[in-house]
């Protein structure tokens, strides 16, 4: 049955191809044949409007239309534009009692000033002419050629290229017909290989294919098959590797999903504690319930803060397509962030050094992600880095692709060992201050992916001199 059908197949086509090939250039003969003929009509109809203007110069010079003498085989008449003729070179009597109005030739001069007509018979002469007027200041010429056999030759176009179509048409039927041959001698091949595959046999013997494109293709396919048949053992260790990594990411998000809970319960635990404290003890001195009240809303910053990084981490992982992009002035992201956190360095005792005001930062990317990028590594400088530190903020050199930052600070600084883990979410240097500092553990998680989002990369290393350095770029397209 499947032989049949592909012997079938390269058959169907042959004449499917071959059916339209012959259509196509059936119509280009048809539509070639009409435009020559309409050609030489053309060139017809401009013979006569050229012996019209003769026509009309003369008259122009003052000849009477009865003067006229005109030669055979013209026959020349001339109307008023009410169709009336007034001058018939046949001389009849007749023709000046026939108005001419509605003839076709004449319609058109009227309309676009010159007219022509095809094979038509004339009533008072009963002999068929090729007509042609021509609108002039007073009357309309129009002169007419008899339609006899020396003018249907010279109007008759040329069938030559009718009989190369159709040698053209034979020529290229036999070749394609041997081309659809050996399809069928391939296709025939394969679908014996094709059975072989689907028993999963090994095929040691090598199949002689047509010396041709699809024979090498089919052959190609072959050989494939060979090297997946024999490397199956390693494909189903391969399985076993992958289950055993999906293992591990399903032990990794358990673990994440155990510290959200960690840390969630903690600032709510204190939130609860202090809140059920005021509660229980309506007699609790102002001062003390005002105390336990800041305490709460610090907690429940921290909460926030949590819960926004969290969120964070969530869009750049699962939805990152979803988030939007736009024009983003770096340069004024990191203004806004160092008037945000100016009482914080001021507390500490800080200064911050920045060389991005005076340059026109500007990418393609998400406002909100750069905010937290820049807000989250001051909030870590202010955080962990001491009193009295220096903070440099440094856009050191840019390209067609990128910019080059380099966000230091001159501080504690963090040891050698915790480098290289320093992304790593709710990972902590020092687990103890970290929470008192209301730390969430997410801030450099953010900032990393929130990097990659923006098609660069980040670093972390002990700067010049001691305290942390954050080497990384953004890109200026974003990807």
């Not at 500092?437 to 990369?457: C, E, P, Q, W, Y």
Request: charged residues 25%; hydrophobic residues 40%.
């Amino acid at each position: 049955m499947y032989l049949k059908f592909h012997f079938g197949f390269h058959r169907k086509l042959f004449y499917s191809v071959i059916t339209v090939f012959v259509a196509l250039m059936l119509f280009f003969s048809w539509y070639q044949y009409h435009r020559e003929k309409q050609y030489k009509e053309s060139l017809m109809n401009m013979r006569l409007l050229t012996y019209n203007d003769d026509l009309n110069a003369l008259l122009q010079d003052h000849f009477s239309m009865d003067s006229l003498r005109i030669v055979e085989p013209y026959r020349v008449t001339i109307f008023d534009f009410s169709g009336n003729v007034l001058f018939d070179s046949k001389g009849t009597e007749i023709a000046k009692t026939v108005n001419h109005i509605d003839r076709q030739e004449v319609k058109d001069a009227l309309q676009r000033g010159t007219g022509y007509d095809v094979r038509r018979h004339s009533k008072i002469t009963d002999e068929t002419y090729f007509y042609a007027a021509k609108k002039y200041d007073n009357y309309i010429i129009r002169s007419a050629l008899s339609y006899d056999i020396s003018l249907i030759n010279s109007l008759k176009a040329d069938a030559t290229f009718i009989w190369i179509t159709l040698i053209i048409i034979v020529l290229l039927g036999i070749v394609f017909y041997q081309v659809t041959q050996r399809l069928g001698k391939n296709i025939r091949q394969l679908n014996d290989f094709a059975m072989r595959a689907d028993r999963d046999e090994v095929l040691e013997e090598t199949i002689k294919f047509p010396l041709n494109e699809l024979g090498e293709i089919s052959q190609h396919i072959v050989q494939i098959y060979n090297r997946l048949m024999t490397t199956k053992k390693a494909l189903e260790k391969e399985k076993d590797l992958v289950a055993q990594h999906q293992d591990e990411q399903a032990r990794i998000k358990r673990q994440l999903t155990q510290n959200i809970a960690h840390e969630l319960k903690t600032p709510v635990s204190s939130i609860q504690g202090y809140l059920e404290t005021i509660i229980n003890n309506k007699d609790l001195p102002e001062a003390q319930k005002d105390a336990f009240i800041e305490r709460c809303f610090q907690q429940s910053t921290r909460l926030a803060a949590l819960l926004h990084d969290i969120s964070n981490l969530t869009r750049l992982d699962e939805a990152s397509e979803l988030i939007e992009i736009e024009k983003v002035n770096v340069s004024e992201i990191i203004s806004n962030v160092l008037k945000d956190v100016a009482l914080n360095l001021n507390e500490k005792q800080m200064t911050v050094k920045s060389n991005t005001s005076d340059k026109h930062i500007e990418i393609i990317g998400n406002q909100s992600l750069i905010y937290s990028i820049f807000r989250n590594l001051m909030d870590n400088a202010i955080a962990y880095s001491g009193e009295n530190v220096e903070v440099v903020i440094d856009c050191y050199q840019e390209d067609d692709q990128n910019y080059y930052f380099d966000f230091s600070d001159n501080g504690v600084g963090v040891g050698e060992e915790h480098l290289s883990r320093i992304f790593e979410r709710f990972y902590r240097v020092d687990k103890g201050r970290s929470r008192k500092m209301g730390g969430t553990g997410l801030g450099l998680a953010v900032v990393k992916n929130a990097v990659i989002f923006h098609g660069g990369s980040i670093t972390a290393k002990k700067a010049f001199g001691g305290g942390l350095e954050f080497v990384f770029t953004l890109s200026k397209k974003n990807r």
